[in-house]
């Protein structure tokens, strides 16, 4: 039996035709004309003036928080919500994340839990806020930039899932003083791997891009006065990921059509909703996510789980919160209880922007099937 993925990378005959051209062009590695293009097409997709493309998201992230002055010693507040990538970065620079809870609307970074540690902060302010665009939804950026800027703290977006949702009509990415992307196989594009630090910094940029490449100075020899990193994207993945961004549209137009299907039968089903999706702007449905409770639907989160697992279909729990990861048991969180709650009831579903109407429909059959099952149990009780 073949496993549905939860989120496989949708590739087609653009791919291969960008590939191929590069691979005949000699560019192989490391950089290249293809790789240039990437830069320019990601600056003006996302509204920056400039795009560094590297290894992956979290080389992004651990640039970008190096810029703003993220070093030992310092704090950076972070989204507890999220992939451990983005408390990883915060390490690498040797400063302390300390986790902040999610707003229940948005399931994003709360902007009052920001506010009141900034304001108890005044004299030791954070080196940088870390809000997450979740599942593809971008955070409330309107009242961060006016909470941050009133404290002259930057934020450095991580739009890690995000490339191709809005807000407030602006592209995701642009909101922060940087923004960061990843194109792991499973995000909206795939670069096989890799990630972009955005910026409308140009001096910010060239930082970057000395950083990713081993901070190289220009010389006939090999000379070097700082620790660098090589962290730059090769030409190869670039012209895959130039292919994925021509498609961004489509991609996100199928990732949310998939949603809405979804969003049709649960709206059926007592106990089980959808993420929500905030007011200010439109998400690219990277994942559909639901929440499901167990007093009101009748069975948990993890029993829908295992039972789409026995049928092949990959599906997750939402992410733990960094706050009750062992690795940062020690590390200080703004904590209301809502990321854990999420984590206990979430389930993110098969959103693959290759899914079939047909996929779908199965994936929803497994699941009513299950609740069936289960509604039967409780009654023989």
């Given at each position: ?29 490391p ?31 651990h ?22 990538a983005?408390?990883?970065a ?29 304001a108890r902060?005044r ?12 599942f ?21 977006q ?29 995000k ?35 000379e ?22 021509a ?20 709206s ?29 639907c ?5 029993e829908l ?9 990959e ?9 009750l ?22 389930l ?34």
């Amino acid at each position: 039996m073949a496993t549905m993925h939860l989120s496989a990378p949708s590739v087609g005959p653009l791919e291969r035709e960008y590939l191929l051209r590069a691979f005949d062009s000699g560019w192989i590695a490391p950089v290249g004309p293809d790789l240039d293009a990437f830069e320019r097409e990601l600056a003006a997709t996302t509204g920056v003036r400039e795009a560094v493309a590297v290894a992956s998201g979290t080389a992004a992230l651990h640039l970008a928080l190096e810029l703003v002055g993220a070093t030992a010693g310092r704090s950076v507040l972070v989204q507890s919500l999220t992939f451990v990538a983005t408390a990883n970065a915060v390490r690498y620079t040797g400063a302390t994340p300390v986790f902040v809870d999610s707003h229940p609307d948005t399931w994003t970074m709360d902007p009052e839990l920001v506010a009141d540690y900034l304001a108890r902060h005044r004299e030791d302010p954070p080196a940088a806020v870390v809000p997450v665009d979740i599942f593809g939804q971008c955070a409330d950026y309107d009242a961060l930039r006016e909470v941050c800027g009133a404290h002259g703290v930057p934020i450095v977006q991580d739009a890690a899932e995000a490339l191709g949702a809005f807000h407030r009509g602006q592209p995701a990415g642009a909101q922060g003083e940087l923004g960061v992307l990843s194109f792991n196989g499973n995000k909206i594009i795939t670069t096989g791997g890799g990630g972009a630090l955005l910026t409308d910094d140009p001096r910010r940029a060239a930082r970057a891009r000395h950083l990713a490449t081993q901070a190289r100075e220009p010389a006939p020899h090999y000379e070097h006065t700082e620790v660098g990193y090589n962290y730059r994207l090769g030409n190869l993945p670039a012209a895959l990921g130039r292919a994925q961004l021509a498609r961004l549209p489509e991609i996100v137009a199928r990732k949310r059509a998939i949603r809405a299907q979804y969003a049709a039968f649960f709206s059926q089903v007592p106990g089980v909703d959808l993420m929500p999706e905030a007011a200010y702007g439109t998400g690219n449905a990277w994942l559909t996510v639901v929440t499901i409770d167990p007093v009101r639907c009748g069975s948990t989160a993890e029993e829908l789980r295992m039972a789409l697992a026995t049928h092949g279909i990959e599906a997750r729990a939402v992410w733990k919160p960094m706050h009750l990861q062992p690795v940062y048991a020690a590390a200080p969180a703004l904590d209301r209880g809502v990321a854990a709650r999420l984590f206990r009831q979430g389930l993110c579903l098969p959103s693959g922007a290759g899914l079939s109407e047909a996929d779908v429909d199965y994936v929803i059959e497994v699941v009513a099937g299950a609740l069936s099952r289960r509604a039967r149990q409780l009654a023989d009780l």
